[in-house]
């Protein structure tokens, strides 16, 4: 479907909460983040920039529209 043809346009980012492969402590990030993001607790990186969207090393386990 188009996007003139759509009601509402719903955005492509969004905030995305990810489960750190190493520990399992969870991190809310950004699906477009420019930084890399690291786990709180162990230092690990769980998100890596792409020039877009990011490269997500953990799990996803919940997205925040």
Do not use: H, W
């Amino acid at each position: 479907m188009k996007k003139e043809r759509q009601l509402f346009v719903r955005p492509r980012s969004a905030f995305l909460q990810v489960k750190c492969g190493k520990c399992g402590a969870e991190r809310v990030v950004y699906s477009n983040a420019t930084t890399p993001v690291k786990c709180e607790v162990c230092e690990e990186v769980i998100a890596e920039p792409t020039g877009g969207r990011i490269k997500i090393n953990g799990a996803v386990s919940r997205r925040m529209d």
